[in-house]
């Protein structure tokens, strides 16, 4: 992985999207510490890890909610 402070991220910009398309990941790196602030991926590799695991009860459960289901963020995070 490519890591890159802000600066010459902008700088180079379709080079560096040119590269993610091919696969490649790219940090960006921000501050005079250079500290790592975000990680650029392809999106078919982003889209393939956004399912959740149950966990314990992997291949054991399964679960799945109706079409009607709804619920507030303030209901969910106050539960």
């Known amino acids: 992985m490519k890591t890159l402070p802000v600066g010459e ?3 180079h910009l379709s080079e560096i999207l040119e590269n993610i398309k ?6 960006i790196s921000f501050g005079k ?3 790592k602030i975000a990680v650029l ?3 078919s590799k982003y889209a393939k890890n956004n399912k959740r695991k149950l966990g314990l009860l ?3 459960a399964s679960f799945s909610f109706s079409d009607n289901f709804k619920i507030t963020d303030d209901d969910f995070l106050n539960s």
């Open 9 to 11: 991220f902008k700088t």
């Open 22 to 27: 091919n696969g490649e990941e790219v940090a």
């Open 33 to 35: 510490k250079k500290k």
């Open 41 to 43: 991926v392809p999106y």
């Open 58 to 60: 992997e291949k054991k």
